[in-house]
């Protein structure tokens, strides 16, 4: 249970990291939108393992392939099956991981929950599971931007304590594209490299912020009272692997201010209603009011570390262990793709929930 | 749609602030367990208007009354139809609310999304509607902890700059209740309310931070990978008025550390795996590790001020709108019955999703 | 569980039939629809007890209060809660039912399921559960008509071996209303009539068919591959208490056919795809084909009968139970309406998930 | 949307007859169940065309294999993704079903849903998307019988006018695999085959009608009271291609009794309930009552015939068209597996949510 995320745009994802592959269905994609694997390698490089050196060096090339839901390179409004073979199937002949349980994984939690479990690479707890949402985000942030005019994206904010200053409302994609770490304030980028590399030289991670936009999003999407675009924001957010915090807006800053000074003042702008600030993030009542969204995610350092540290195995006696081999030191620059994935798949069945209910 | 939270304990509110009144429908309630009206009333009593001095002043009693589910004091395992009336329902008989959009408010969006608004009290948009989640949650606590041995409880963390030292794995909720702040640091609270009050005067607001916390959980609920705990629990947490964060665990103060830092560690305690440390809050990969679950929700400062702020009529003219008559200062008091209802939701939730796919 | 019906317009009922009363919710309605009371009560008086001598004499007026989701006369987008009080609640302070599972009943079902069950009145397994879905069809009835010009409407086709003529592509309402038994072949419903009020004095009941038609249905409504349109009807009709069976089109009786015979044939006729017959009932591969859709529902002769007969109690010892007072001797007037209301609540979610998925 | 089938125990199919494959992905599958391909592909062999003289030749092995959710021949608890590879893709290079529609088939009301279709092999429409229920089916099947103790099985009953007559307490499933048409009245089954055989000679097609029955479901599974047992049954088997009609119990034929006659009387025996006679078919008020239960799905003549039919085109010219090649003189043998695939999906979705609900 829980692979499944949406209502009407309705994405399931399956897979381990090892076995047969890692992949995705999208259930309620219009028809007749142009679609082929293009659409979606871009982006599955952008999440991709050994994409430079800040990031882990696993090497694969993580190939999509479209196995349903075209025809002649449109979608058919039926499933799309999408599919990304595991390639680098080492045989662990020999590993602790298969007794011991990593320290801050979900290895442990995973066998209390099931007892069972696939100890290589992970299993299901691997971030290759991520590859399904961020091969259906692409389909979601097409729809986003060709049926809808909305543009999605995400770059990274803060690693540890070094933080960027971006603007929202106007970064584009080439800046945060501009650098490995995939911050578009380049001086701070480049600070941000340097603190990861050396962090990874050391063994260790490190983690941070990734701010999410969306732009162009009409007033109307969202709905009362549970489905709040912001509550499913926070969900799909919270549903990636490490993260650990959501807000949006003025979000954990704005409870320093006082109502008077929170408010965004309404005004009339050539006809339309805008706000004199955007306190708010772009969503009130849990529905959109036309400004820009943004808000901000939260990830931990990642918990694999190449030092010796206290653990238990399955048979619950005390014991440690060390990480080996691959080591990613900070999932942040991977982690763009994927928030901007969700944003597009929360904002995408929002759509269409609102059309079914309110559209002409 | 998304007036519907839960997958197996499932519940749909209704109503708004003027009309017939709200409620809800609990739907997936195992059956047999005793309830009455009595279990109820004690949490909406909590989250009652009137309560305090530092709370808005709207004189409600927010009587429940179950409709339905129940025989003989006996939960049936069918539907539990729970209602309260709506009383103080003045002759708004002109209101500039008609035709203006309280700034901050979901009025706009409202009437964006919908073409239509029921403006009196705010409708649907008022906080009323959380009376029916905190009835369910009145159930879904009762069936923690009598089926589960499992205790949930909030309490008010940090008011505006003003916050709280609380060690979540002990606090008591008579602690809690000791004050009208509900905030367990006694020290604090007192300045809490001074600062609440004195903002009360001043016709303004201001927010906050309230910690929720689970204890007795045991390892194994939640579910990979979209409904992961956390990210269910961020869903429900986002979908209450006014909330504009939420982080679990180390949160967003856990980006500063290195990877090595913030790992928990597992040790091996009496036959069951602990950890020395507690950065996860209780959840890894998605799914409960047996320690204490915590997590904190920011809460903006309340829209509505006592003051004259700029805004839009329906007619799209700008104007201006001054908040009258009752003015609820701060939400945390009244925040907190609300965050405790939907962590319990969530909990029960997975409790019952853990049992039908992993019990004996 | 199982009380929700439908994805986007979705229902969720309540309610026993002795407590408070029972009720709907429905969510996902579009707003700006006018609605009050008197769109809902004439159904409701169709579905009625005591509306004639061939139906159970039990006296109530089921007048129903729309509690939530409406102002001024219009819905508002937001869930429609919508109830029944309870009124014949006579103190059964004895009754043998509290100890006897009546035969071919929900009695022991419900007492093996929860351990618990309401007896008065049958508690939940009572037919006046359908009042909420007949609201709630009658919504539904009323969008379908006003926004898709769709009609919708049953009527009684057989009782026992009685069988009548009737034209689903021609036949009206009124035809359907002009007598007791709501058969329109008028011949045949005065035998109807006589045969169902015989059995009623000789203390014993009746089943037979009720067919439904959908007119006006464009083609496209309908979703590959398990929420088919004929499986959507096939699944409310069934949920119909004392429902037997259900077939569409050529139905059971198209078995006997070859393909050739039973192939409906397409033929162009003023710019739209037309069928030379209609064996497929109007749907073709789960999806409409912009024909007329036809289908019937086998209903059982009520179990209630006015003779001793053999069961069992609570603690499994075998004793006799002879129906009292009052007895439904052919539930087919009343199930009428709602086939109708279930019919329409297929439709109208079909449509809205069409419009969402494919609209422009 | 439409492609996902169960609550707990929750199944999604994709595919087309050209293109990658087809195949599901389950979700929601208890942990630690042994599992490998080789519990699937009996089944999936027992679907398969080609299999006998009397079903469509086309040659394909729908070999299954299984992507993810095992680990060393368990089940891990997370998603099973299974595929079947298309190997069968001639070059239809020219073909008249790239513009026209086939008579009774799903071609024109996709395209009218969809304003696109993918026409070789009939696409989504064609029955191969079958594969990915039987292939879930058969782990149903397999949690069925291991952990609950419960046996489904189904077999042909009648083809066109034959009937045969079937004990469903006690028929085996040696008995259904013993002869081609999957009937286990051997006298009858041979006129079946002969009579099909001669139909395909003919360039014909006939239907019938198979029968569905579960052994060993213990009292109170299901739900009240829209997702009563009977109504996911007759969802279920009426999501088949070319089902028309599911009746339960006495069915349709019940209508000819009275009540007295029909009810089923209870009687304690060996310190449990039973009935003395059958005609609920095992399910009181959407409850199961411990007793057998069998039901009848109707399937209609396979639309494909070797005759030229009038139709239409894609630009809504009057044409003819005839079927080439292959041609499936009867669906009834490969449809046995289909209804126990979709029965055994029903009953184990209805098993874990009671166990959420009412288990210990």
Same mark, same amino acid.
């Given at each position: 249970?829980?692979?499944?995320?949406?209502?009407?745009?309705?994405?399931?994802?399956?897979?381990?990291?090892?076995?047969?592959?890692?992949?995705?269905?999208?259930?309620?994609?219009?028809?007749?939108?142009?679609?082929?694997?293009?659409?979606?390698?871009?982006?599955?490089?952008?999440?991709?393992?050994?994409?430079?050196?800040?990031?882990?060096?696993?090497?694969?090339?993580?190939?999509?392939?479209?196995?349903?839901?075209?025809?002649?390179?449109?979608?058919?409004?039926?499933?799309?099956?999408?599919?990304?073979?595991?390639?680098?199937?080492?045989?662990?002949?020999?590993?602790?991981?298969?007794?011991?349980?990593?320290?801050?994984?979900?290895?442990?939690?995973?066998?209390?929950?099931?007892?069972?479990?696939?100890?290589?690479?992970?299993?299901?707890?691997?971030?290759?599971?991520? /590859?399904? *949402?961020?091969?259906?985000? =692409?389909? @979601?942030? &097409?729809?986003? $931007?060709?049926?809808?005019? !909305?543009?999605?994206?995400?770059?990274?904010?803060?690693?540890?304590?070094?933080?960027?200053?971006?603007?929202?409302?106007?970064?584009?994609?080439?800046?945060?594209?501009?650098? /490995?770490? *995939?911050?578009?304030?380049? =001086?701070? @980028?480049? &600070?941000?490299? $340097?603190?990861?590399?050396? !962090?990874?030289?050391?063994?260790?991670?490190?983690?941070?912020?990734?701010?999410?936009?969306?732009?162009?999003?009409?007033?109307?999407?969202?709905?009362?009272?549970?489905?709040?675009?912001?509550?499913?924001?926070?969900?799909?957010?919270?549903?990636?692997?490490?993260?650990?915090?959501?807000?949006?807006?003025?979000?954990?800053?704005?409870?320093?201010?006082?109502?008077?000074?929170?408010?965004?003042?309404?005004?009339?702008?050539?006809?339309?209603?805008?706000?004199?600030?955007?306190?708010?993030?772009?969503?009130?009542?849990?529905?959109?009011?036309?400004?820009?969204?943004?808000?901000?995610?939260?990830?931990?350092?990642?918990?694999?570390?190449?030092?010796?540290?206290?653990?238990?195995?399955?048979?619950?006696?005390?014991?440690?262990?060390?990480?080996?081999?691959?080591?990613?030191?900070?999932?942040?620059?991977?982690?763009?793709?994927?928030?901007?994935?969700?944003?597009?798949?929360?904002?995408?069945?929002?759509?269409?929930?609102?059309?079914?209910?309110?559209?002409?």
């Amino acid at each position: 249970m829980g692979n499944t995320f949406g209502q009407m745009f309705r994405i399931t994802t399956w897979g381990e990291s090892h076995g047969g592959g890692v992949g995705v269905v999208v259930d309620g994609c219009p028809p007749r939108i142009a679609l082929t694997e293009a659409d979606l390698q871009p982006d599955l490089d952008r999440r991709r393992p050994g994409q430079s050196k800040i990031v882990t060096p696993r090497k694969e090339t993580d190939t999509v392939q479209i196995l349903s839901g075209t025809y002649q390179g449109q979608t058919l409004g039926t499933p799309i099956s999408m599919w990304v073979k595991n390639e680098d199937q080492r045989s662990e002949a020999y590993s602790e991981m298969a007794s011991k349980f990593r320290p801050s994984h979900a290895d442990y939690t995973y066998f209390a929950k099931y007892g069972i479990r696939a100890w290589p690479g992970g299993g299901r707890t691997s971030a290759r599971e991520t /590859i399904g *949402r961020v091969a259906a985000g =692409a389909i @979601a942030k &097409k729809i986003l $931007r060709e049926k809808f005019g !909305v543009e999605v994206l995400a770059y990274v904010k803060q690693v540890q304590k070094i933080r960027a200053e971006v603007d929202p409302a106007t970064v584009q994609m080439s800046e945060v594209e501009s650098n /490995i770490v *995939r911050c578009p304030d380049l =001086a701070v @980028a480049d &600070k941000m490299i $340097r603190l990861i590399d050396r !962090v990874r030289r050391a063994g260790d991670t490190v983690g941070g912020i990734v701010e999410g936009v969306a732009r162009g999003v009409p007033p109307g999407w969202g709905e009362p009272v549970f489905d709040r675009l912001e509550a499913d924001l926070a969900k799909g957010m919270l549903s990636l692997p490490a993260s650990k915090g959501f807000d949006i807006g003025s979000g954990f800053g704005g409870i320093t201010m006082t109502g008077r000074e929170h408010n965004d003042l309404f005004r009339a702008k050539n006809g339309k209603v805008v706000t004199t600030s955007n306190r708010s993030g772009g969503i009130q009542g849990g529905i959109s009011n036309g400004a820009l969204i943004y808000f901000r995610v939260a990830f931990k350092p990642v918990a694999t570390v190449m030092h010796e540290q206290d653990t238990v195995d399955e048979r619950l006696k005390n014991t440690t262990l060390k990480g080996r081999g691959r080591h990613d030191p900070c999932v942040l620059p991977r982690a763009v793709p994927m928030v901007e994935a969700m944003t597009a798949l929360v904002l995408v069945d929002h759509a269409l929930r609102h059309k079914a209910q309110c559209g002409p």
